[in-house]
């Protein structure tokens, strides 16, 4: 019948292969996804009343799967991302009814048969083998709250302990009376697992449904509580009418313990010391263990058992958990009331045993509203003052203000207030409501079982027993040290980006900041990351004094310094704070405070260290003491040794074996760390690693193990939670910021998880940090057996990811906690009702993925290892991990449409077989696609599995993402079921994505029109921390299609800000202080503000910066869902740098309101042919250019204006492929790269100009008027990339002719392009000539340094000219674009140190990562303290120079200062003769080919060379030596110099402020703090004086 359908609609096959027959069989519902009316109309009636969806085989070939690939028992076949991966053809639908009239249709996984029960929620994300065996759950219909279960499978179920009890459940049996969930995993992957979760539901005869929005059940029992529902089956067949449907029922009415009760008497641990009776309530197994792991014997008796007649010696009492109300075991509390009244046997009892000793004690009980279900309850001891996180599952609660004299709460919940225990003050009864067994859940109170063995041995000794005193044996009481006094802290920063250490530290100082203000403290920063928001001072920030309750202004004094002793010294001596905070500047801020700890400043001036304690870090740090501090406790770690030299690694090596693992201490990002294979490789690496840190470990490798993490968080008073847990896809041997990561982890199981959190929390407070940290573990894939790698004291990378994952603000926490607050006494920031002493719980998954610019850089390699090489990540939220993944992936680069086999990224379609599995084999920035490439191949999950170590989960996964791409690819759009579309959108397929494969000329409008009009369209679901357990007060947003309604109205009609995505170079933190700066200046305005941007790292990804945060995909697609649904008044795409811009004229077409310059003006400026066209038509002098028409066109135009010439592409960041051609061949070669890159715009190839100085000009426009601008020198001319470029403001060089012609210019420009908003401006200057190269119509890298050098907020006067506002006066120095007397100098920072392999040149393409500033009363001030702060040591003495024969002469003057300042000059071959014949003393050294010696590589080796100057160009014939000096230059960390201007500046700087031969500068440059800078300049003449430095 399904056929004749088919051939009925003449439908392809492929067009209804799957899903499509799903669709037509059981309708749109069948599959769980509830479709709009519009959708709903169209679909089709099912073709027959039958159970199961037949298909038909021949034509449902291509979508079939091997049969090894589908649980045992399930047909063959293929669903969508909601119900799993390949699930079968041949279903069963499901509905579920609520007695509020809710019916939700689902698709089954379980036993097929309509059951009624009580509806609740658990948020617990691991454990659900445990849950469902839980008795307490009796006759109750579980909703998962996490929304993918299943991934691990169920252990066998006839395996038993020694006790035999059941050895992984919690009975023999499932007590729940059904599951549902949102996505079930047909691909379980664990060791342990014996079966499919389905396949035990089948066996257990237990119903369970997937495909359900189970976020919004959560909602409806959260408001409405615990819900009477059922589970409705459409029978195969009925005779004679319809089948009546199962009644609700009232479990409340029921005696369920009785149902679940031992019906006789049981013993365990037979013969062991201490006797315990145990009424049987409905008793977890875990339970008994515990009991009998301490030596007692147990005999469970049924609930109703009669203890007047045993003669049961006992000598002591437990009452077990339960299901149901306690008030209908009358019969149980009358027992127990007997037990209490003779007084002379300790009683314990848990869950349901709580509220029996309650009602026997004389109290009530009462009916939560939706009871406690989960893993992450907080309950705090009124003996000992902790709070702990506990496991709990019970609808009911005890009265404790109902407890007669005598009695006492032990536990509270810290969210609700409820009860969560009891105790009598002189007898040995006592309780807990929560699970102290943890089975499933932490085990952080499992120490009750030692309180209850106590007060058994006591009593039985005829000692009195105390609980307080018990309680102070097995759980000291938290004694809260003196909380510290502080007034004024100092914080330390990061400095500039770099790779391993980015704009997470901006986002968790900024959190910093603000939580310390918000005590009324005084701040002081120093970080010379002039881009970061954190630098702002209290005259830049826009911050409405209304927000948050506060004026956050950032720190009262910022200073631009380099993070280093001297420096930090000298604002000490200055700023005399009374604390430090270390924790927030990553390993910069680390280390230097173990300097000023070692050295004896903090002690000097009187600091204390808040937070980790110095010794505290140095035992993380320091990989001997580290492992000594493990050993301690007994924690595990990988056999290891500690050494400081080449020949202790080799020795080490030697007894570990090969491959082992080496990593440095006191390193960042890995850097120095791999495996090495053999002792050349060891030696050599042992060397790199030792120039840069003191000591190496070497230790066993575990590569192909399970990597791991968790962020943890402890105060001073031992409180102590873990906050996320993550995963890494890749298997150990990549560092975990290299690796793609998901939150929370998908492949462990309840034990693993727990005990992995467990040893966090042991190993957290044995090493006694405060604050947060990251723990990091090797797990073995085949066993339980595990290894910790290390810790991390202080926020991190991770720490970033975890707190966007989560939504719990780390950074934040950690100040306070820093501070001496308690976690318990720190309030939720989301829900803002619950408190922080609290573990998160996600009804999501996250996917972070690397973001690496390999292809930048000449000669790099494009492996990656325990070395991190990327420069940025994006994180995904989605409710599957295919939908989650393929947006991440879209997020790291727009050219990838998902997960598939993408030309650029590998190029692996043409592989040959051996070239493929070379490439899984092998860890690359690119092997994501090479997995693409291998299941489109059809290379089974398994063989992929063997060559990669990646878990089979995560590629079962793929594989069906794959499978989705089948089964669109070549289907016209117009005989696409919309079931199939919508399926592929839960998948996470994008509109470009579906278009692309469907074919037939279909676009990206073309799928959004198609789901428009079948009403596929996304919701908006919220972050809340909880899981929906509590409602949130912010709004952290994301959007996904695996849901069925939104949890937000949207009436505010606000601004979208496009934020600027993934850090990449050419886009990094400044363009997230553009953003935050838009946000806030529209908020200062009264209007709302929506945020869109996908990057953890940033501020602007922070809920509490914006109205509304959108963590979701910045594509054209997503933007119109965002400003569709909120009915937007208006984008901003100015402020976000590259990818905004980029789609601002499709967005401008779709009807969207843009504001500032028109998308037509900014595609003119975009698109190189339209600018220069508009530049020759508005007067504007430019190069010689020519749009490239053909390859002979360009060769030509090559002939008639000369070489060199630049070639340029449209519509890219950071010079991508531009390249500047000296030769017809590279000409050629050049545009052929360009065009790869630019395939929908055109490039445009022009004159270079050399020797030409280069300008920039940030400015802002109005209606085609300048407001206001600041112009910028280079002190590179012009060939290096403007982001590469040392910035000088104001311009040291420039006439005032020449200003005039810059401003000409400008205005011209503005003009032209009818600019309203922020623009930057490209300029050469030479010979009195301005020639413009580009004009970008958007906010810039160089706007924070403009802006701060300047006092003027560019992007707050931007801001306000797009939307329309009034602006700000602007203070009368603005018009000259400087402040008087200041100078400000712009350094870039590189991380060549971490590209194995790449040329550290410099050219017409970006390659810095980060970059830092320094403002001065001179230049030459500023440059010196850029310079160190990029990390540029300056040179005690010798300097090696080797420059190329052209340049010699020009830098003869610049070599005689170096010899003047007293340097020691060392000079290559052909450079030495020059300084010879120039009479400049220099000491020759050889290049290692020559076979003479000294060589240069001996010398930078050894550490003798202290700075190289290589001025090299395109007529160095020497260019791999030349190449290998600058590689081994940076291998070695030896500052390179390879610019002339640059080493020039430096000889000057240093002469003009006497440092020449002093490795210290501080005490002869100027230390003020910006805002002592800004007070200077406005101040009169006589008082602008430059005070002394230091001193004063």
Known sequence: MVSAVFSAEGRRARAVLALGIAFLAGGAEAWGVRLSPRLASTAPRPVAARSFARAPSARVARARVAASDVEEGRPLGFVGSTFGSNSALYFRQGTLVLEDGTRLRGVSFGAEQSVAGELVFTTGMVGYPETLTDPSYARQMIVMTYPIIGNYGVPKGDELDALGLSANFESDRIHAAALIVQDYSHHHSHWTSGRSLSQWLMEQRIPALYGIDTRLLTKKIREKGALRARIEFEPAYVSGGGAPAVPFVDIGEENLVAQVSTKVPRTYGAGNEHKVLAIDCGIKANIIRELVARGCEVRLVPWDHDLASDSYAYDGVFLSNGPGDPSRVGKTVETVKAVLEKGDKPVFGICMGNQLMGRAAGASTYKLPYGNRGQNQPASCTLNG??????????????????????????????????????????????????PEAKCGPSDTNFLFDVFTRAMVATKAGRPFSLREAFEQEAPPVLSPPV??????????????????????????????????????????????????????????????????????????????????????????????????????GQTGLNCGIELDAKGVLAKYGVQVLGTPVDVIIATEDRGIFSDKLNEIGEKIAPSFAVNTVEGALAAARQIGYPCMLRAAFALGGLGSGIMRDEPMLRAQASVALSGSPQILVEKSLKGWKEVEYEVVRDAANNCITVCNMENFDPLGVHTGDSIVVAPSQTLSDKEYHMLRTTAIKVVRHLGIVGECNIQYALDPLSAEYCIIEVNPRLSRSSALASKATGYP???????????????????????????????????????????????????????????KSVGEVMAIGRTFEESLQKALRMVEPAVPGFEAVAGFGDYADATERELEYALEVATDTRIFAVAAALERGWSVERINKLTAIDEWFLWKLRRIAEMRRLLKGTPLSELPPSTVLVAKKSGFSDRQIAALVGAGASEMDVRAFRLRHGVVPVVKQIDTT???????????????????????????????????????????????????????????GRPSVMLNYNPETVSTDYDECDRLYFDELSLERVLDVYEAEGCSGVLVSVGGQIPNTIALPLMRAGVNVLGTSPLQIDRAEDRNKFSQACDAAGVEQPAWRSLSSTADALAFGEQVGYPLLVRPSYVLSGAAMNVAYTPAELGGYLDEAAKVSREHPVVISKFVEAGREIDVDGVGLGGKILVRAVMEHVENAGVHSGDATLMLPPQTLTAAELVKIDDVAARVCATLEITGPFNMQIIVKDGGVLVIECNVRASRSSPFASKAMGVNLVEAATRAMVGAPQLPLPPHAAGGARPGLSAVKSPMFSFRRLLGADPSLGVEMASTGEVAAFGPSVNDAFVKSLIASTVNLPGKNILVSIQQRLRENFAPTLRKLHALGYTLYASEETSRFLDDQSIPNTLLHFKESGLSPTIDDYI???????????????????????AIRRLSVDFGVPLVTNLQVAALFAEAMEQLQLGGSTTSAAKLDVRSMQEHYAASLAPAADAAPAPAAAK
């Open 386 to 435: 902790a709070c702990y996180i506990t496991p709990q599952n019970h609808g009911y609660a005890l009265d404790a203000t109902a407890l007669p004299s005598g009695w006492k709460e032990l536990f509270v919940n810290r969210n609700d207030g409820s009860n969560e225990g009891i105790y009598h003050e002189s007898k040995p009864f006592f309780t807990a409501q929560f699970h």
């Open 484 to 585: 510290p006094t502080v007034r004024k802290v100092l914080l330390l920063g990061s400095g500039g980006l770099s790779i391993g250490q980015a704009g997470e530290f901006d986002y968790s100082g900024s959190q910093a900041i603000k939580a310390l203000k918000e005590e009324g403290l005084e701040v002081v920063l120093i970080n010379p990351n002039i881009a970061s928001v954190q630098t702002n001072s209290l005259e830049m920030d826009v911050r409405p004094a209304d927000v948050d309750g506060g004026t956050f202004g950032g720190a009262d004094r910022t200073y631009l310094l380099p993070v280093t002793l001297e420096y930090v010294e000298a604002v000490i001596e200055r700023e005399r704070p009374d604390s430090i905070i270390l924790s927030m500047g």
């Open 810 to 868: 780390l950074a934040a926490v950690a100040a306070k906690l820093a501070l001496g607050k308690l976690l318990p006494d720190l309030t939720n920031a989301v829900t803002k009702s619950t408190t922080a002493c609290f573990e998160p719980s996600l009804d999501y998954i996250v996917t972070k993925i690397p973001r690496w610019d390999l292809n930048k850089f000449e000669r790099v390699s494009r492996e990656i290892g325990s070395a991190m």
């Open 1027 to 1085: 899981g929906a357990e509590t409602p949130a007060a912010t709004n952290y947003l994301y959007m996904t299609y695996n849901g069925d309604e939104s949890d937000v109205s949207f009436t505010d009609k606000g601004t979208l800000v496009l934020g600027s995505g993934v850090y990449r170079i050419g886009s990094s933190v400044e363009f997230d202080w553009c953003s935050v700066a838009a946000i806030r200046t529209l908020r200062k305005l």
């Open 1501 to 1523: 080796t050894e550490r003798k060379i202290e700075m190289v100057v290589m001025l090299s160009n395109q007529y160095s014939s020497r260019t791999v030596a030349n190449y």
